[in-house]
């Protein structure tokens, strides 16, 4: 039941943009921050992007700062990334993110999306 289901991963050339898209089922989206996380081949999970339970700040990697914005709509349980300039090193999964997340009579210290893939190439 409580569930992040990302979405908007696909191939695209460099210089590109595409928006990604996490959707929040079972629990009260509303009331916590929100994370992006990607995972490169080969490499660490990294944090793209956090954005608080309102959505008035938001944080990024060194690495995506200027390119990508994070956002979030209450309304529709929905976080999104906006990802501009696209590069190949951008090349990953990414995955939505929470913490600490409790709701009803169950405690989830992490929740994870199944991830949405998006490849960079020309």
């Known amino acids: 039941q409580v569930q992040l289901v990302e979405s908007g991963g696909a191939l695209i050339q460099p210089g590109g943009s595409l928006r990604l898209s996490c959707a929040a089922f079972g629990f009260t989206f509303s009331s916590y921050a929100m994370n992006w996380y990607r995972q490169a081949s080969g490499k660490e999970r990294e944090l793209v992007a956090t954005?608080?339970?309102?959505?008035?700040?938001?944080n990024y990697a060194d690495s995506v700062k200027g390119r990508f914005t994070i956002s979030r709509d209450n309304a529709l349980n929905t976080m999104y990334l906006q990802m501009n300039s696209l590069k190949p090193e951008d090349a990953a999964v990414y995955y939505c993110n929470a913490q600490d997340i409790y709701y009803g009579r169950r405690w989830y210290p992490e929740l994870w999306g199944q991830g949405t893939r998006v490849t960079v190439s020309s």
């Open positions: 954005i608080t339970s309102a959505g008035d700040s938001t």
